[in-house]
């Protein structure tokens, strides 16, 4: 009897733990959530607004501006997630071995890009890749380029700029996950693999990737998230240019809401695709986590 | 059990008198002034140039009006643009200011949006007294909005020293055609080895000031988006087009790397809206190698000037505001009547009027050293007084960036018609609902 | 043996590249803010005299004291309360596990999800009704609670040995002296880590405070850094000046506390 009023205590004592928070989240996140969603069932300018059921989720399909920003991000996505995280995890493995000499200073230098705010690194790479920027200065010096190369006005430089910023930005951050995952590695392990034989390049594929896995797929889901949100890099870096050839999901419900006459239902429509799509990758990417 | 309840506290006082200090600190401000009765709160940006303005304005006033203080918060156009329509979509119009400034080209559409948010100005605000094509801007349906401020008339300031060195005058650059300004830049490009003018590649401003150039707009009298049939606007593609394709224009990325150009000596000119002088002349090596003439026009589209718009902004009073006749009285009797504040802040700024009479000050006609002494605001303010009236209509944004597309689509070797097809289609599906 | 001398040697040329790349920027940054605005829009290079100069004008035209308060009070604020909500929840959810709570946690991630652009209005608009407009309560309200961090704590506080817990019951400590008293002393460098992202976050926050702080006194700093690039001509001698002293707290915060930010990340990816 006296036990189970002690259990009914402590577990009365969890939810104290853990309600404030949680309230914070309803109140704060999906409150606000519903209300976009009862947002995107109507049509009209400013505050003008009618229901109209599903209609700006049939018209996602006709928008090719849309469409074509889902393009750009997914590109994003597919290219700048893996070889992010491949980096941050060659590097995390280089600054793992305790052998490595100068360990804390370039483990430092590496991981110095995150202390940036988003704003002041786009600023930064913009200015780099501007005509008369250093990268140009650079190129033409080497004689690999005989004039300015435009890079922000050519659809596809332009994405490996935005994609570049990015990953200087991250690749800092994610090796801090994987260093610290690494740690947590038996030395011994890899001490038994070097015996039997195993290159650098095995005990990378068959050692390091496996026994990391939950850090991989936590990182992962992280950065798919953060990379369909994308927002202040394209706006600062290119503002969508040329064209719409860089444009973000997020940045087209910003121009749909403050720039453009404002469709605050159709851009709620726009926003509820992300999460979608959020939601439908991380999904996978549990469940392809799970089986490996 | 005590002692860490005592952590919690401590932790939480910690935590609330940090906020707290945040929330008086705050109230302490707005209550500073015990004196002032009436503080007009104003929203704009630039602090060298609108917000100059606006204290210069404030400072005029309060000599006959000490009880009033305006409150100067810099907030960037498109913050601004954003603070508002958050705040007029959740019906919290009292966190708003007494004015703001707004863009030109973004009048139409806010009044539109939100009618009910802005003051109306007939009869309280003598604006016969501005350029007639800023005072159409501001008005909507037969009420005036805007109080016009910045001018945006274009001029082509060009580099006396380089045209010169290809053995042409600054006179030859007057009252040409856009046919005529290629021929001359390929002669500079040639003698000089420096190519004539530069524009940021993923900004339609060329297209855009032909337009207003031959009084047409990319909206047809119904409010329908002409863009497809608009044959001025095929032409200032064509000729934005051959510009670049002919080396007289070069593309630079970005507005930094754009003012780089003028600053470096890479072009030999730049076709702006007049307010682009200010840029010019923080390179002050340059001093005396500079000349303004008028804008180039089309040859063959009848009704075209050498005469045009790009950028500019008015003043506008909000609803919501405690004191709109106050509001009212200020703007009338500094932007809208005191030569005073104009002659003060010309030179500083570079800030040209485009209320009329302030043309008359002697301030405007003293030839300015860095152009070669020639008298460039009061060649300025006479081109203001030609420019074609358009009307920039409600998705004049949705319809620039699909112009900026149609252009960057047209620059890598797409066809005229069939990149302006696309941009009618996408603006008129942003138009649907 | 000479093979394996080779691979060292690509090893550091590779991670001196790697650095040199990640450093870089930063030097840029310092050297444009000792230049003028002409010069670095030249491109130059090298260290100037206009320190002095750039930091007058900067100091001038805006009120950079008040807005680097502004920014610290409302970071450390944040961060403060948001250690001490989402550490209860994550240890909550792990030492007190059970199949509602996992569902709960579930459920909080999804969170994680949903675009701010999509709460923007709403939030505006729940905010305004509830005057917190100008306020650090208003700035840090949405981010108090994030699922991130109560997922990191419970992460973490799966290795605090169970134990540890019936032990300290059996000595008669209170559940809240349990959390307070054992758990976080021994987890400092998870709060340590948790701390810096946290702040980190708040510090650099700006779509946010853009919508909320609408009077000149509550400005912050990521505000007054896009302010400066707003006008028809932008210094950037004094924009690079400004990105430099944002980029500073930050940037001492990392160095001091790098070690603890490894550990405490380490002890939540176990």
């Known amino acids: 009897m006296a036990k189970t009023t002690l259990t009914k205590k402590i577990n009365l004592y969890g939810w104290l733990f853990v309600i404030p928070a949680a309230l914070f989240i309803f109140i704060l996140n999906f409150y606000p959530m519903v209300s976009a969603f009862l947002l995107s069932l109507q049509t009209g300018r400013g505050n003008n607004l009618k229901f109209a059921g599903l209609k700006n989720y049939a018209r996602l399909f006709q928008d090719e501006m849309f469409l074509t920003s889902v393009g750009n991000v997914i590109t994003y996505l597919v290219i700048q997630v893996p070889v992010m995280l491949l980096l941050a995890l060659v590097l995390a493995s280089i600054l793992n071995n305790p052998k490595l000499k100068g360990r804390g200073i370039f483990r430092t230098l590496i991981f110095l890009p995150c202390a940036t705010s988003l704003v002041s690194s786009a600023m930064i790479f913009k200015s780099f890749f501007s005509i008369d920027g250093i990268v140009n200065t650079t190129l033409m010096g080497l004689g690999v380029l005989q004039s300015p190369m435009s890079w922000l006005t050519h659809p596809i430089w332009a994405k490996f700029v935005i994609i570049l910023t990015i990953t200087w930005r991250w690749t800092g951050y994610n090796t801090v996950f994987y260093l610290a995952g690494l740690q947590n590695i038996d030395r011994s392990v890899y001490e038994a693999a070097r015996i039997d034989g195993a290159s650098a390049s095995r005990q990378f594929f068959s050692i390091t990737i496996p026994l990391l896995k939950p850090v991989i797929l936590l990182t992962t889901i992280m950065s798919t998230n953060g990379t369909l949100q994308l927002f202040d890099e394209v706006r600062n870096i290119t503002n969508g240019g040329p064209g719409i050839a860089t444009l973000s999901i997020s940045q087209y419900i910003y121009n749909l809401s403050f720039m453009y006459n404002p469709q605050f239902g159709y851009a709620a429509a726009v926003s509820y695709a992300i999460l979608v799509m959020v939601a439908v990758l991380s999904f996978i990417q549990i469940k392809v986590g799970d089986k490996r | ?433 | 043996m000479k093979q394996k001398h080779l691979a060292a040697i690509a090893t550091y040329v590779f991670l001196c590249v790697v650095c040199l790349f990640s450093v870089f920027p930063f030097y840029f940054m310092i050297v444009g803010s000792t230049n003028q605005s002409v010069d670095i829009v030249k491109g130059r290079l090298f260290f100037g005299t206009h320190l002095i100069e750039n930091f007058k004008t900067l100091a001038s035209t805006v009120k950079l004291g008040n807005a680097f308060w502004n920014s610290m009070r409302n970071a450390l604020v944040n961060t403060v309360a948001s250690l001490f909500v989402c550490s209860l929840a994550g240890y909550g959810f792990q030492i007190y596990r059970d199949k509602g709570k996992d569902t709960l946690m579930g459920l909080l991630l999804l969170s994680m999800m949903v675009p701010f652009a999509a709460l923007m209005v709403p939030l505006f608009r729940m905010f305004s009704q509830a005057r917190l407009l100008d306020t650090t309560v208003g700035f840090i309200l949405p981010t108090i609670s994030t699922a991130f961090l109560i997922f990191f704590f419970r992460q973490s506080a799966e290795s605090f040995p169970m134990e540890t817990v019936q032990a300290a019951r059996v000595d008669g400590l209170g559940e809240l002296g349990i959390f307070f008293r054992i758990f976080v002393p021994i987890m400092a460098p998870t709060f340590a880590a948790a701390a810096i992202v946290t702040f980190m976050a708040a510090w650099n926050n700006y779509l946010w405070p853009l919508i909320i702080m609408q009077s000149q006194e509550s400005q912050t700093m990521p505000l007054l850094i896009t302010g400066l690039t707003a006008g028809y001509t932008t210094d950037y001698g004094i924009l690079m000046l400004s990105v430099t002293i944002t980029t500073l707290p930050t940037l001492i915060l990392f160095f001091t506390q790098q070690k603890r930010f490894v550990e405490g990340v380490l002890g939540s990816v176990k």
């Open chain 2, 1 to 433: 059990m005590k002692k860490t309840m005592c952590v919690v506290l401590a932790l939480l006082l910690v935590v609330s008198s940090l906020a707290f200090a945040g929330g008086k600190a705050e109230t302490a401000a707005a209550a500073a002034d015990p004196n002032a009765p009436v503080t007009l709160t104003v929203w704009c940006w630039d602090p060298t140039f609108n917000i100059f303005a606006m204290n210069e304005a404030a400072k005029i006033y309060a000599v006959d009006h000490p009880n009033v203080k305006i409150n100067v918060v810099e907030t960037p156009w498109n913050d601004l643009q954003q603070k508002l329509i958050t705040s007029l979509s959740a019906n919290a119009a009292s966190n708003l200011p007494d004015i703001i400034l707004m863009q030109d080209n973004a009048i139409q559409k806010n009044v539109m949006t939100y009618p009910e948010a802005y003051v109306a100005l007939n009869g309280k605000i003598d604006l016969t007294q501005f350029a007639q094509f800023k005072v159409d801007v501001g008005t909507i349906e037969g009420k005036h909005y805007g109080v016009p401020f910045d001018n945006g008339a274009t001029g082509t300031f060009l580099r006396r020293d380089i045209v010169e060195k290809a053995g042409l005058k600054v006179s030859d650059f007057n009252d040409i055609t856009w046919e005529r300004f290629i021929e001359l830049g390929k002669i500079v490009k040639q003698k000089t080895g420096i190519a004539m003018i530069s524009t940021v590649a993923n900004e339609p401003d060329f297209p855009m000031l032909m337009l207003q150039s031959a009084g047409t707009w990319m909206f047809d009298e119904a409010g329908k988006a002409y863009i497809k049939d608009n044959t001025v606007l095929k032409e200032a593609l064509r000729i934005t087009k051959e510009m670049v394709q002919s080396g007289v224009c070069i593309l630079v990325p970005d507005w930094n790397a754009y003012i780089a150009t003028l600053n470096n000596g890479t072009v030999a000119s730049t076709i702006n809206g007049c307010w682009i002088s200010g840029s010019i002349q923080a390179e002050k090596s340059q001093s005396g190698k500079w000349a303004v003439v008028n804008t180039p026009r089309f040859a063959n589209i009848a009704g075209s000037v050498n005469y045009s718009s790009q950028g500019g902004s008015g003043w506008m009073v909000m609803a919501n505001s405690k004191h709109p006749d106050v509001a009212i009285d200020f703007l009338a009797k500094t932007f809208g009547g005191s030569v005073a504040l104009y002659e003060t802040i010309l030179p500083a700024s570079g800030a040209i009027a485009t209320w009329l009479p302030a043309a008359k000050s002697p301030v405007y006609s003293t030839p300015i050293e860095f152009f070669g002494g020639q008298k460039i605001y009061e060649d300025l303010v006479n081109y203001a007084g030609k420019v074609p009236n358009v009307k920039y209509g409600v998705f004049n944004y949705e319809a620039r960036d699909a112009i900026a597309r149609a252009l960057s689509e047209v620059m890598q070797g797409g066809s005229i018609d069939a990149a302006l097809a696309t941009a009618q289609k996408n603006v008129e599906f942003l138009m649907s609902e």
